[in-house]
């Protein structure tokens, strides 16, 4: 404890004047009895990840990751008797992961995923509801339009805010063939127009976009230009992307709070992530399907 001066005036070794400290140590505790009596809920965000996780699909000649899976090393016998534990093969990109900037050639100069500040981790959130766009046209795309109309309603995005786009993707993650939604012309399923990358990765202080779908571009934007926008224009302008949210129903338009845990891996271009967010009990939905 440090030393103080008393109202005596005499400087006394380790007593303690009130301040900064207590304040936050008194929201701290105010904070964590909120979740421990319910007035705050914890939902996850994350898709759980397994061998059967949907997984992106690059057309030829490009060079897909491998799909996870785990390797036993030991399971209560001879290689370990008290113990089970397994090896772990990956791609970086698989399930609801973390993009880092260095993901991508625009940001090829910017942080890895382990050097991504631990404050950009833990933000608000902003969630936007396309559900009836997107059951009309899986092509859906994003426009500025679109967010300075949900802006009117809601307030202007904010400084370190996640923009998080409910879709309703996520109740096709039982099937890898109706997630990704594949044809001739290739994979159908919503994202970010060209003009509204751009602007929201250039105007708006966002610190990331999170989806619901497999990437955070649109299933066709290989041929839009420039190719991947939201790729592009995010993370070479030090953003982020987040992918294979669910329970996105459950989050208030705003008012949430978002944590993202990626692996901290040096060197790497992403990495799966455990997302959750901290949102108020009153606010909060129970139907991730349905709530609005």
């Known amino acids: 404890m440090s030393d103080a001066v008393t109202t005596t005036g005499i400087h ?7 301040g900064t400290h207590d304040t936050a140590r008194t929201e701290l505790s105010a904070f964590t009895d909120a979740l421990r009596d319910g007035t705050l809920d914890v939902v996850d965000l994350t898709t759980p990840l397994s061998s059967a ?9 490009f060079v897909n990751l491998i799909d996870f ?25 698989i399930g609801t992961h973390v993009d880092a900037p260095i993901h991508w050639v625009t940001g090829r100069d910017g942080h890895d995923v382990s050097q991504i500040p631990v404050t950009r ?36 995005l904010t400084d370190g805010v996640w923009l998080l786009l409910r879709t309703g993707w996520e109740t096709r993650g039982h099937s890898a063939t109706e997630f990704l939604n594949t044809d001739d012309n290739g994979s159908h ?19 990331g976009l999170g989806v619901e ?10 041929g839009f230009d420039p190719a991947f926008p939201v790729h592009n224009f995010f993370l070479g302008n030090d953003k982020y992307g987040l992918t294979s949210l669910r329970n996105l129903g459950r989050l208030p338009a705003t008012g949430a709070v978002i944590v993202v845990s990626p692996l901290p891996i040096v060197g790497g271009t992403g990495s799966p992530a455990r997302v959750l967010a901290i949102v108020d009990s009153h606010t909060a939905s129970v139907d991730s399907h349905t709530a609005s």
Not at 12 to 18: F, I, Y
Not at 53 to 61: E, G, I, S
């Open 12 to 18: 006394t070794p380790g007593a303690h004047t009130p």
């Open 53 to 61: 996780t949907p997984a992106l699909r690059l057309p030829a000649p």
């Open 69 to 93: 899976s785990l390797e036993e090393v030991s399971a209560y016998n001879e290689p370990g008797p008290f113990w089970r534990h397994n090896n772990i093969h990956t791609g970086e990109h």
């Open 121 to 156: 981790l833990i933000a608000p959130a902003a969630v936007m509801d396309l559900r009836a766009q997107v059951a009309a046209d899986p092509d859906y795309l994003l426009t500025v339009t679109d967010v300075e109309e949900w802006e009117q309603t809601h307030g202007r």
């Open 189 to 207: 399923t919503p994202g970010v127009d060209v003009d509204c990358a751009r602007w929201l990765a250039t105007e708006r202080p966002v610190a």
């Open 213 to 222: 779908t497999v990437g955070v571009d649109a299933g066709l934007a290989g």
